[in-house]
């Protein structure tokens, strides 16, 4: 069992910048990889990015490209979400996510936090 807690979000204006973190507890964190998803008001929930296990691949959805960056700590358990030039589309619950597979379907991740809001104003 892997417990996720996701902390950073907030409101910012457009063109800002939020740091995401997702603090991980219970089984080994640097086993699995982690994703990154959101949910906007009356939109399904989507993949943002996603990091494997060492850290050394990461992928990312098109809307985020150039502009959101996943990293980790595993010393810390930590998993990061660093988002710059902020959109007021970008605005959405985010959460982590825990796998044993490296993948952006949302079926694939067997460990999700309980998300926190992220709110961008024009």
């Known amino acids: 069992q892997v417990q996720l807690v996701e902390s950073g979000g907030g409101s910012v204006q457009a063109g800002g910048s939020l740091r995401l973190s997702c603090a991980a507890s219970?089984?080994?964190?640097?086993?699995?990889?982690m994703g990154w998803f959101r949910q906007a008001p009356g939109k399904e929930r989507e993949f943002v990015g996603r990091?494997?296990?060492?850290?050394?691949?990461?992928s990312y959805a098109d809307s985020v490209k150039g502009r959101f960056t996943i990293s980790r700590d595993n010393a810390k358990n930590t998993v990061y979400l660093q988002m710059n030039s902020l959109k007021p589309e970008d605005t959405a619950v985010y959460y982590c996510?825990?796998?044993?597979?490296?993948?952006?379907?949302?079926?694939?991740?067997?460990?999700w936090g309980q998300g926190t809001q992220v709110t961008v104003s024009s």
């Open positions: 996510a825990a796998t044993s597979v490296l993948a952006t379907g949302q079926n694939l991740y067997d460990y």
């Open positions: 219970g089984r080994t964190f640097s086993s699995y990889h």
């Open positions: 990091i494997s296990w060492r850290g050394g691949t990461t």
